[in-house]
T-cell receptor, first 117, second 111 residues
Framework: NAGVTQTPKFQVLKTGQSMTLQCAQD?????MSWYRQDPGMGLRLIHYSVGAGITDQGEVPNGYNVSRSTTEDFPLRLLSAAPSQTSVYFC????????????????FGPGTRLTVT | QKEVEQDPGPLSVPEGAIVSLNCTYS??????FMWYRQYSRKGPELLMYTYSSGNKEDGRFTAQVDKSSKYISLFIRDSQPSDSATYLC???????????FGAGTTVTVRA
């Protein structure tokens, strides 16, 4: 099992450019999510998906789009990059829908470091 | 005010010391409480989780939850240099997918 994989590892964009961050998991997890991590802010949820064809917004969705056409893949699109989107982006997946007593462990990918100039 | 507050540190301790980390929160609906460990330039990994109030022990690690005070703690006994990492608390309500994270505390254990 490769777990959760993310590409690219590093990316530099100019303001206004668009790009897609890739995320894939091979654990047949239903739940997938995207976070950004900034100094002093912890992890903030951008978008999440509870299964193929179903997505919803998290805490900081503006400027990002997602889609979930397969169970395995959950790409994150930056529509028009801005310097405020300079961050480290993590994709995560989970095997359990939350119910009382479930461990609900989220497995994180290695991250994509994005710089927008 | 953030929903979950965590002192970012940094915290530096000698090898063998007890490390004490804590978070406070404001949402009384939180029922699941987790601690994640994140090594430099890596993704977070789940260290421990606790459901509702109480203590949980796993080897050198102890997690405590006090829901009446909205306060959770993580203790690391006999700390090792390999424990040097950022520790993030996270929590969620009973039937919600979304986790709320603290800012993370960076810990360095000196050999």
């Amino acid at each position: 099992n490769a777990g959760v994989t993310q590409t690219p590892k590093f990316q530099v964009l100019k303001t206004g450019q668009s790009m897609t961050l890739q995320c894939a998991q091979d654990m047949n997890h239903e739940y997938m999510s995207w976070y950004r991590q900034d100094p002093g802010m912890g992890l903030r949820l951008i978008h999440y998906s509870v299964g193929a064809g179903i997505t919803d917004q998290g805490e900081v969705p503006n400027g990002y789009n997602v889609s979930r056409s397969t169970t395995e893949d959950f790409p994150l699109r930056l529509l028009s990059a801005a310097p405020s989107q300079t961050s480290v982006y993590f994709c995560a997946s989970s095997s359990s829908l939350p119910t009382s007593g479930s461990p609900y462990e989220q497995y994180f990918g290695p991250g994509t470091r994005l710089t927008v100039t | 005010q953030k929903e979950v507050e965590q002192d970012p540190g940094p915290l530096s301790v000698p090898e063998g010391a007890i490390v004490s980390l804590n978070c406070t929160y404001s949402n009384s609906a939180f029922q699941y409480f987790m601690w994640y460990r994140q090594y430099s330039r890596k993704g977070p990994e789940l260290l421990m989780y606790t459901y509702s109030s109480g203590n949980k022990e796993d080897g050198r690690f102890t997690a405590q939850v006090d829901k009446s005070s909205k306060y959770i703690s993580l203790f690391i006994r006999d700390s090792q240099p390999s424990d040097s990492a950022t520790y993030l608390c996270a929590m969620r309500p009973g039937n919600d997918y979304k986790l709320s994270f603290g800012a993370g505390t960076t810990v360095t254990v000196r050999a």
